[in-house]
T-cell receptor
Framework: NAGVMQNPRHLVRRRGQEARLRCSPMKGHSHVYWYRQLPEEGLKFMVYLQKENIIDESGMPKERFSAEFPKEGPSILRIQQVVRGDSAAYFC??????????????FGPGTRLTVL | DQQVKQNSPSLSVQEGRISILNCDYTNSMFDYFLWYKKYPAEGPTFLISISSIKDKNEDGRFTVFLNKSAKHLSLHIVPSQPGDSAVYFCAASGSSNTGKLIFGQGTTLQVKP
């Protein structure tokens, strides 16, 4: 009964490189949320996806960031041309369904991105 | 625009005493509130929640109180144990129809033996 899995756990990139962060939701979960935690701050919502659909990307920076959740395989958060300010912990959460006003979200261990 | 605020970055409590963590919010559209606990190098884990139609929810040593008029909620842990030492995040949901969570900045709780 594996939980939410994220890989890699740690990722080091140089400025200008691309970062790909993967998230495998819990079995049976078809909703994925990505959050970012900057140092000394709380988690900030980035994007909400269902299989093959982006539902809410209101928290995503307008440039360089993209996310997908294909029919098969993990959800991917992609950051192009990384800058030092992208250094943060990126958390993925999954949910079995969308039930207003709240759907329980289970968090993965996070990917810590360091940009040199 | 910080819609959920935890104004105390840290709290230190003696084992066996009560820990009270506070959280304030500004958006009256929030209708569900949650507390998450986080250890270093791990993801947040759900602790307890409360709907806006209630003013109290209790689960073992953990109780959450909601004061809607003051837009304030608090988490009480009694008795506190050393294993409770962690970062506690308050989160709110319901201002949109996507279920996204809005988190506070977190409060680091240290329970001393």
């Amino acid at each position: 009964n594996a939980g939410v899995m994220q890989n890699p756990r740690h990722l080091v990139r140089r400025r200008g490189q691309e970062a790909r962060l993967r998230c495998s939701p819990m079995k049976g979960h078809s909703h994925v949320y990505w959050y970012r935690q900057l140092p000394e701050e709380g988690l900030k919502f980035m994007v909400y996806l269902q299989k093959e659909n982006i539902i809410d990307e209101s928290g995503m920076p307008k440039e360089r960031f993209s996310a997908e959740f294909p029919k098969e395989g993990p959800s991917i958060l992609r950051i192009q041309q990384v800058v030092r300010g992208d250094s943060a912990a990126y958390f993925c959460a999954s949910s079995p369904r969308m039930a207003e006003p709240y759907n329980e979200q289970f968090f993965g261990p996070g990917t810590r991105l360091t940009v040199l | 625009d910080q819609q959920v605020k935890q104004n105390s970055p840290s709290l230190s409590v003696q084992e066996g005493r009560i820990s009270i963590l506070n959280c304030d919010y500004t958006n009256s559209m929030f209708d569900y509130f949650l507390w998450y606990k986080k250890y270093p190098a791990e993801g947040p884990t759900f602790l307890i929640s409360i709907s806006s139609i209630k003013d109290k929810n209790e689960d073992g040593r953990f109780t959450v109180f909601l004061n809607k008029s003051a837009k304030h909620l608090s988490l009480h842990i009694v008795p506190s144990q050393p294993g409770d030492s962690a970062v506690y995040f308050c989160a709110a949901s319901g201002s949109s129809n996507t279920g996204k969570l809005i988190f506070g900045q977190g409060t680091t709780l240290q329970v001393k033996p």
